[in-house]
């Protein structure tokens, strides 16, 4: 396999690429490099490649002409990639997909990066290692050359290839050990030393199954599972963000399809809803909140029922879901609940299906914000009936999450699906 | 900054470090590389640093003594990390966070990884580069180094330093051009050689919202927005994965919660919050499916309401909504109608609050599964009412959906909850 490297600095790949397993492949001839210095194709007395961006701002660009010539260099191309941050992530399966080429080129940009028009001479395709930024190209490509090559085969030394390894299973790997057996007290575990190989496989990848849900539960979602690896991932704890999280359902005061402050009645199935939702996703608590004293005695009464009437007896599962609704009067009394409950101020979140277009309104939270609000403190979610929360209520909030569908003007969802929308989105399965 | 850098292949970093600002920083005292090589603290004649896994499997493990050895070797280790597919994702803030280190020790795994008993003995942060798999972590080590040492103050020739760059604001950077304005008849933008700030600001600031919208999607969610930035990205087109998403309630056949078959009654609220959800979505269509007449007719009657008579003057957001669903016999005649309308059969999943407890059953699909689906065919995603969908049903499918809150035992959501859950987990805002 040929890869051509187009950089500025063509001797930074020396020393990755002459060590251990990658020099043996060049040495073999499994594998071959063709650095492509771009400042050979520099004109001018001082061979300059960079030059400064129109419109200004900090850094240098590489120059569009060398960087065609160089390309235009190379005899077999095959694809031509670019190492850039803008650029779809490395995954196994691209190298994996990469590795079935004959050629391939990379491009390393430097500096600020490349003249865009480049992506229009060339079909160059955009790939990326990480969400962090590196002085160039070249570092990503070390790592997508080396993904690459040794999925070549003969480039491990064993049969089995690069494949039985982490993220080959959606996983990640169990742990490992060599002799001794027992090192200052810390011994190999038993099974690892006993023969009985079907257990070996079990404890393995139930050791997968525990480092993934720790330490990279948001690979879990795209793992292939088994009912077997389900049932053993629910006998382990995990982090239960959802214990932090509370919602609270607004009666009074929102608005009405006219923008003007009204009270909208309890709604029988509301309750149930989101009450379900409160219990399945483990939340901390649900309050509905009107003050109007026969709602509330309604609201009362409809709780009972299913807590401790003749539906607690037909179906125990709502009466469990039943037992996090609390009816109080308004979101001051939600919250000095939480605070006598857990010690903590919670942090008050609104939510709105419109974007907040008030003059120098803050960006709408984000769920990655909320979530690590989360993490550290009771959060109170504040959902408004009827056209939404009034305007002092929104007021009181830190901030307003960003509503659902917010690329779109249309996002008329009924607030029982967006409360499960919204926790999902926080809480997720892995939570 | 100190690097210590424990690996068997001393040389690896040579190159990489040599070049470019690296080189010059190592030239000012800015950064300073301390290389420990493994293989200096190896005892026996052979010096060897690797042995065989206990419980079998392909590949060398790097033995706990040498490396052990190497690391009390340093002096001043400061944060001590590993590269290694297990760890957290570096990030931007990752970096940063790191960059204010005096010293940081990296530790380079080599073979099948190292002895897991490393970790009990040295606190050790596992960082990973990416989902990929590497012959080691050297070429980690490298991205990782650069991406902090490049945030060190001086390390930049300008002093806007590292940070106005891609994932510095949670979105991928703007494109940028230099000179020749013209080349080849590619123009440089208009407006990057006009001199008026603002506008240059906001052409690069649509342009990053573009890019990430197109290039990755999958960032938006973290990407703190202002009200401006999402009327620019509502402009713009993009991916609709929902057009190919159909969804079904299944009222007949199911079962009920003694496992019997049964027909359930179609409910008015049911077909309001999924039909809002359908909407909400851009979804290809919503089927509410009954063999029963009299229940058909009940149906009709009630969408009628909401799409031609009383309900869709006072609410013609409904009757938006309600456009999207059709009242058919069974799940064969809305697949019949599917292909009529695209010209494709659609893949057929079912959805279940259950695992799959069946003998040889398949692991359930998960949402990237049906997601890859969506992107090339249409999908018919099927709901039960009662107590979910009879075993004629799921048999159908082409496979089942893992179940909402896998993890948990307690899953009792109403349909509209997961209906809104799942459509939102396979759609989200961004298709």
């Known amino acids: 396999m040929n890869f051509h490297l187009v950089s500025i600095f063509p001797h930074y790949f020396e020393s990755p690429f002459a060590s251990g397993l990658m020099g043996k492949a060049v040495e073999n001839g499994l594998v071959a490099f063709d650095h492509v210095d771009v400042r050979h194709f520099a004109g001018g007395i001082h061979k300059s490649v960079d030059d400064r961006p129109f419109g200004g701002g900090p850094g240098m660009l590489l120059k569009l002409d060398p960087m065609a010539k160089a390309l235009d260099s190379i005899e077999s191309p095959g694809r031509i990639l670019m190492l850039s941050p803008r650029g779809k992530p490395l995954t196994q399966a691209r190298a994996r997909e990469l590795s079935a080429e004959e050629d391939l080129t990379l491009i390393c940009g430097r500096y600020e990066g490349i003249d865009e028009r480049l992506l229009d001479l060339y079909p160059i395709e955009m790939v990326s290692v990480g969400d962090f930024v590196l002085n160039g190209g070249e570092a990503g490509a070390v790592c997508l050359v080396e993904a690459v090559a040794r999925l070549l085969p003969d480039f491990m030394g064993h049969t089995d290839s690069g494949e039985e390894e982490s993220f080959s299973a959606g996983l990640l790997e169990y742990p490992h050990y060599t002799r001794p057996d027992d090192y200052q007290g810390l011994v190999v575990p038993e099974v690892l030393r006993g023969g009985n190989h079907g257990k070996i496989e079990e404890w393995r990848r139930e050791c997968s199954l525990e480092s993934t849900l720790n330490d990279r539960p948001d690979v879990l979602p795209e793992a292939s599972l088994t009912v077997e690896d389900i049932d053993f991932l629910r006998t382990l704890s995990r982090t239960r963000l959802g214990r932090n999280l509370y919602i609270a359902l607004c009666h009074y005061p929102v608005v009405n399809k006219f923008g003007e402050k009204v009270a909208v009645s309890v709604t029988n199935l509301d309750l149930h809803d989101m009450s379900r939702v409160a219990r399945s996703y483990g939340l901390g608590g649900f309050y509905a909140t009107t003050p109007i004293e026969d ?49 903590q101020c919670p942090r008050l979140a609104a939510t709105s299906a419109r974007l907040d277009r008030r003059k120098h309104a803050e960006p ?13 403190s009771p959060v109170l979610l504040v959902f408004g009936t009827g056209h939404g929360l009034a305007e002092e209520v929104l007021a009181k909030a830190e901030g307003i999450l960003r509503p659902i569908r917010f690329l779109d003007d249309y996002n008329h969802l009924s607030v029982r699906s967006a409360v499960a929308i919204i926790v999902d989105r926080l809480i997720a399965d892995e939570y």
């Not at 509330?296 to 299913?306: R, S, V």
């Not at 308004?330 to 857990?342: G, S």
């Open 364 to 376: 709408a939270l984000t769920y990655a914000d909320v979530r690590k609000w989360l993490e550290i």
């Open 295 to 343: 709602q509330k005695a309604l609201a009362e009464q409809l709780l009972n029922h299913w807590k401790k009437g003749a539906g607690s007896i037909a179906n125990p599962d709502r009466a469990e879901a039943f037992s996090k609704v609390k009816v109080f009067d308004d979101i001051e009394a939600a919250v000095l609940d939480i605070e006598t409950q857990t010690g």
